[in-house]
């Protein structure tokens, strides 16, 4: 049963640049999260995405967006890159059906900005 | 609003000492309890869950009780070992149709032979 897979692991960009990451979810859910984590902190929900639509959001600005794709797998795309967002992302899949709200996190993608 | 608090770090310990990492939150209704351990390098792995009232999750020997008369979700394991030196953290989810997760701050765990 494959888990969350995400790319790249390491990414370097310098300010002012665009990135996008990707994540492909766990087999079987159809809901992915996204999580900015800085440096001794903990996650930070950025947004979600279902049925290949933005459902929840976070406190970020709209330099941060995303897409999920019909076979679920999603992009996480921020503009104009700032040093601060410089940090650890998370990629969380789950199904929007399930008894709980039960997440299962990716490996993530460690973003330097420079 | 939703919240996590826990103990602050870093937690050293000697090995097979007992572990207690301490978390409270807040929430409206009746929200899912989690704890997730980081590894060094690694992402977020799912340690345990809690989806009521007096449940109590376990796994690897970890264990804690979704305590709703004192809003607390502790972490114990009764015999620590140096491959459980990580990150630990308390999380919520509201269950109340999204799956947007809270987490706490994270506590760091070192573990000495």
């Known amino acids: 049963d494959a888990g969350v897979t995400q790319s790249p692991t390491h990414l370097i960009k310098t300010r002012g640049q665009q990135v996008t990451l990707r994540c492909s979810p766990k087999s079987g859910h159809d809901t992915v999260s996204w999580y900015q984590q800085a440096l001794g902190q903990g996650p930070q929900f950025i947004f979600q995405y279902y049925e290949e639509e933005e459902r929840q959001r976070g406190n970020f600005p709209d330099r941060f967006s995303g897409h999920q794709f019909p076979n679920y797998s999603s992009e996480l795309n921020v503009n104009a890159l700032l040093l601060g967002d410089s940090a650890l992302y998370l990629c969380a899949s789950s199904l929007i059906s399930g008894a709980t709200d039960t997440q299962y996190f990716g490996p993530g993608t460690r973003l330097t900005v420079l | 609003g939703n919240s996590v608090t826990q103990m602050e770090g870093p937690v050293t310990l000697s090995e097979e000492a007992f572990l207690t990492i301490n978390c409270t939150y807040t929430?409206?209704?009746?929200?899912?309890l989690f704890w997730y351990v980081q590894y060094p390098g690694e992402g977020l792995q799912l340690l345990l869950k809690?989806?009521?009232?007096?449940d109590k999750g376990s796994n690897k020997g970890f264990e804690a009780t979704y305590r709703k008369e004192t809003t607390s979700f502790h972490l114990e394991k009764g015999s620590v070992q140096v491959s459980d030196s990580a990150v630990y953290f308390c999380a919520l989810s509201p269950n109340t149709g999204g799956f947007k997760t809270i987490f706490g701050a994270g506590t760091r765990l070192f573990v000495k032979a």
């Open positions: 929430a409206t209704g009746y929200p899912s």
């Open positions: 809690a989806t009521k009232a007096d």
